[in-house]
């Protein structure tokens, strides 16, 4: 049984709901987690309430430590961690340590923290008196997790929450909650006090009590857009800070003159990476005519390469997180075909190196998909690849701009105009120019446009510790012993 972690301890909680944890790869239940009630979230946000004083007042440079110390526990127990991952989510190991990799970039930027969080200084703005801004932390924040990346979307954001002095509760995804624990613990081991840092696992129940709960000041998440909408308008309507990550549907043109090798690669390294669950897959291809045919081909004989099976086996992509999503992304095939797309490679019954009970769906690649059909409109969240043929530049970055997604995109090209109109030119907020899945590094923030980002601040990077902390500005006069006498008027320049 998956338990709750609150105040430094496991915790049962008062509700009896469960729910499953499987392993996808076999497609047995292996675990059971606990469901909270809004009772048991009172308790951890609770918990971090009274917590928050004292790591509030915590010197910048204990904590900075405490940091220091988690990086080097985390980097020293990647493998540990990533075979949580594999066990829960079903991704390969190497995809798992990849994950791990671009959290701890999170990390280590939360322990360079007080270079981000000065204030400013103005001397002398009025005689003798100084203005000057400090960042403090907002208190009590809730962090709610998609499935897709158990370890790496939670720390995007509780290193940032806690290294700016905030207390955390986090609600992960029930699918595969395991890893949440494992980091919490991981935290107390560095230091952490108890309270700072507490985990409550369930449903929309456990969401819905984060969302509406008087001490909770910010809310962050990653999830499906319909959801992002939803804790974007609940948190806000009760006064909270919201940053929400929505979903996607990246495109990824290809021009005549791009390395055709090159764009192949890319595009199966991003379709199906993670079996295509994840909010930066590239899930379109947009390829101009005359080349349509010959990458279409060249992607394909990619795709016939890659070995399906147990993350632990050294296999190229692994299952579908529940039997339930697999099916629901297997039946988008059917549903290209009767739009009159063709069907290139199909992954239903893909050979597999594991249990044949796995949820298993292999890659897939559909072409000539017309952009009224909902294998197009729809975020899949799975391994299937849209090729959608354009006449060219102009048609291409046409329909990036009229996708209500904004997340990311890229252009694979060799020629240096093209690529820096289509920086300018499309509206989504991640860019990636021969390189297909433009996440950006740590110190830079993360997050998309439209339909993709719902709130107040991008994830990470700068926007990061914007979001966790709120500014105050002190004017200040320390009067000189010779000043005396009244003056009603307002203060005049020497």
């Not at 918990?47 to 526990?73: C, H, N, V, Y």
């Not at 719902?454 to 926007?463: I, L, M």
């Amino acid at each position: 049984m998956v338990e709750h972690w609150i105040d430094g301890a496991s915790v049962a909680g008062d509700s009896e709901r469960t729910g499953p944890v499987y392993n996808p790869a076999r497609g047995v239940e292996q675990k059971r987690v606990r469901f909270a009630s809004t009772d048991d979230v009172d308790t951890a946000v609770q918990a971090a309430a009274r917590a928050f004083p004292g790591w509030r007042d915590t010197s910048i440079a204990k904590r900075q430590q405490i940091m220091f110390t988690f990086r080097e526990l985390l980097n020293s127990r990647t493998d540990e961690l990533a075979a949580i991952l594999t066990s829960e989510h079903g991704k390969v190991l190497s995809d798992a340590a990849g994950e791990i990799a671009r959290g701890l970039e999170v990390v280590e930027l939360a322990c360079a923290m007080p270079g981000y969080t000065k204030g400013e200084h103005s001397e002398n703005v009025s005689t003798g008196i100084d203005v000057y801004s400090t960042k403090q932390p907002l208190g009590v924040v809730g962090i709610i997790s998609p499935f897709n990346f158990p370890a790496m979307v939670p720390l995007w954001f509780f290193p940032l929450a806690i290294a700016t002095g905030n207390t955390v509760v986090l609600k992960p995804s029930e699918k595969d909650p395991s890893a949440a624990i494992w980091l919490a613990r991981l935290m107390q081991e560095a230091g952490l006090p108890d309270g700072v840092l507490n985990v409550v696992h369930g449903d929309k129940v456990a969401v819905d009590a984060l969302l509406e709960h008087p001490t909770v000041r910010a809310i962050s998440f990653v999830g499906s857009t319909p959801i992002a909408k939803y804790i974007y308008e609940t948190a806000a309507r009760n006064g909270k800070r919201v940053q929400a990550l929505g979903g996607a549907k990246n495109h990824m043109l290809v021009l005549p003159d791009a390395d055709l090798d090159l764009a192949a690669d890319a595009a199966v390294n991003a379709g199906f990476g993670s079996a295509g669950e994840r909010c930066m897959a590239v899930s379109v291809v947009l390829a101009v005519d005359t080349i349509a045919d010959e990458f279409v081909e060249k992607v394909a004989e990619r795709m016939s390469r890659l070995t399906i099976g147990d993350g632990t086996r050294g296999c190229d992509m692994g299952p579908l997180i529940t039997r339930e999503h697999r099916d629901k992304v297997a039946g988008y095939l059917d549903v290209a075909v009767d739009d009159g797309a063709s069907l290139v490679v199909d992954g239903r019954g893909v050979e597999i190196d594991g249990e044949p009970d796995g949820f298993w769906l292999g890659p897939t690649l559909v072409d000539k998909v017309p952009t009224s059909s909902k294998v197009y409109r729809d975020e899949i969240f799975g391994p299937v690849l849209s090729v959608v043929r354009v006449d060219g530049y102009e048609e291409g970055v046409g329909v990036i701009n009229e996708s209500p997604y904004g997340n990311g995109t890229a252009i694979f090209t060799n020629d240096g105009g093209a690529a820096r109109r289509f920086q300018r030119e499309v509206t989504v907020g991640m860019i990636g120019i021969n390189v297909p899945i433009p996440v950006p590094v740590a110190y830079h923030s993360f997050g998309g446009w439209k339909d993709s980002l719902f709130g107040d601040a991008k994830a990470y990077g700068p926007r990061g510790f914007d979001f966790y902390t709120q500014e105050k500005a002190i004017t200040s006069r320390w009067l000189d012993p010779s000043h005396g006498g009244l003056n009603l008027g307002f203060p005049q320049h020497d």
